[in-house]
């Protein structure tokens, strides 16, 4: 059974993971003690990772690159979360630069 601190992170990642769900994204929940949030998006392949952390007044979400948004609005986070990932339309080059 995880201690309170991580079933408080666990519960602003599944709040994010929600929201990310309702934008067409996906995400899977990752670590034991620590656990991340891994978002990608199934169309283009693009992801990152999300991190939630505590800090003086409340938490965090921090996902690279630069991205940070108060957890107490998940669904703005998952906008912004969607506006890094990009759209369907948006494919990963697969010939060399």
Sequence with gaps: MPDAFTQQRLVHLDSLATELKRRGLASRT???TA???WVW???NGRQTI???T???DGWLFLWSPDGQQSADDPAHAAEAVEKLL???TDR???DPA
Excluded: I, N, Y
């Design 41 to 43: 998006h199934p169309d």
């Design 30 to 32: 990752l670590g034991g």
């Design 50 to 52: 999300v991190f939630a």
């Design 92 to 94: 990963p080059r697969t």
């Design 54 to 56: 505590p800090t003086g």
């Design 86 to 88: 990009g759209s369907a």
């Design 35 to 37: 656990p991340v949030l």
